[in-house]
């Protein structure tokens, strides 16, 4: 049984073809990232940081919206992808599993990060380190696989946290974290995060013109994503 995800750049090998996916598809322009900007609010003139970046969909509508970016991504070629469509934003090759040390503490506003905590094999540390780099009055908007649309097509016992490996519609072989939604809400509050809110997405009504069928199910069925925005808790230092 794999008990880690590793560092190795998963989408590097698909990067191009993700972007072509994620840009106008169902489950990322019509369904994660309204959820998301919804609750990251006004970012005018506020500095963002964009966890997981990927090729800059995220990045480019926070800058159109007046928002100072700084976004990381284990693939090199996201990376190039994100700094050829965005040229505001900054952007880093970074490992996840590694501290953010180009982040000074409270020097960030918002970290926006979807839909790639379940790649990272160190959550508790670099939970920590998002809480470290917020200001005060700040917040972390996380999206993640809903955990019961996880356990519903993996089965097995929910509240084991484990590596699972599978093989996506585009040829695309993946490895991640799945894990209950207990275990996240308390790695937050361990880090020092008070949940505000926690909303479980439905697609936008224009996602129903691309793929019906999914449209109608990500409507009905806690098969698809949680969107959560943490605050950091005033109480703790």
């Given at each position: 049984m794999?008990?880690?995800?590793?560092s190795?750049?998963q989408?590097?090998v698909?990067?191009?073809?993700?972007?072509?996916h994620?840009?106008?598809?169902?489950y990322?322009?019509?369904?994660?990232r309204?959820?998301?900007?919804e609750?990251?609010?006004?970012?005018?003139?506020?500095?963002?940081?964009?966890?997981?970046?990927?090729?800059g969909?995220?990045?480019?509508?926070?800058?159109?919206?007046?928002?100072?970016?700084?976004?990381?991504?284990?693939?090199?070629r996201?990376?190039?992808?994100?700094?050829?469509?965005?040229?505001a934003?900054?952007?880093?090759?970074?490992?996840?599993n590694?501290?953010?040390g180009?982040?000074a503490?409270?020097?960030v506003?918002?970290?926006?990060?979807?839909l790639?905590?379940?790649?990272v094999?160190?959550?508790?540390?670099?939970l920590h380190?998002?809480r470290?780099?917020?200001?005060?009055?700040?917040?972390?908007v996380?999206?993640?696989?809903?955990p019961?649309?996880?356990?519903?097509?993996?089965g097995?016992?929910y509240f084991?946290?484990?590596?699972?490996?599978?093989?996506?519609?585009?040829?695309w072989?993946?490895?991640?974290?799945i894990?209950?939604l207990?275990?996240?809400c308390e790695e937050?509050?361990e880090?020092?995060?008070?949940?505000?809110?926690?909303?479980?997405?439905?697609?936008v009504?224009?996602?129903a013109?691309v793929?019906?069928?999914?449209?109608?199910r990500?409507?009905a069925e806690?098969?698809g994503f949680l969107?959560?925005?943490?605050i950091?808790?005033?109480?703790?230092?």
């Amino acid at each position: 049984m794999v008990d880690r995800v590793g560092s190795d750049p998963q989408y590097d090998v698909f990067a191009d073809e993700f972007l072509e996916h994620a840009r106008d598809g169902l489950y990322n322009a019509h369904y994660d990232r309204p959820a998301c900007l919804e609750l990251l609010g006004d970012v005018g003139g506020r500095t963002v940081v964009d966890v997981a970046c990927g090729p800059g969909l995220y990045a480019g509508e926070l800058v159109a919206r007046g928002a100072r970016v700084i976004g990381c991504d284990v693939s090199p070629r996201m990376i190039e992808l994100a700094r050829q469509r965005v040229p505001a934003g900054e952007f880093h090759v970074h490992d996840l599993n590694e501290r953010l040390g180009w982040l000074a503490d409270a020097s960030v506003d918002l970290v926006v990060f979807a839909l790639a905590f379940e790649y990272v094999d160190q959550r508790a540390q670099l939970l920590h380190e998002l809480r470290r780099v917020l200001r005060p009055g700040g917040a972390l908007v996380l999206s993640i696989p809903h955990p019961t649309g996880d356990w519903l097509r993996q089965g097995g016992n929910y509240f084991q946290t484990r590596v699972i490996e599978e093989v996506w519609s585009g040829g695309w072989a993946v490895r991640y974290w799945i894990a209950p939604l207990e275990r996240t809400c308390e790695e937050l509050h361990e880090a020092g995060f008070l949940i505000e809110r926690m909303i479980e997405p439905r697609p936008v009504p224009a996602g129903a013109d691309v793929d019906t069928e999914r449209y109608q199910r990500l409507s009905a069925e806690p098969t698809g994503f949680l969107a959560i925005k943490a605050i950091p808790d005033p109480r703790r230092t």
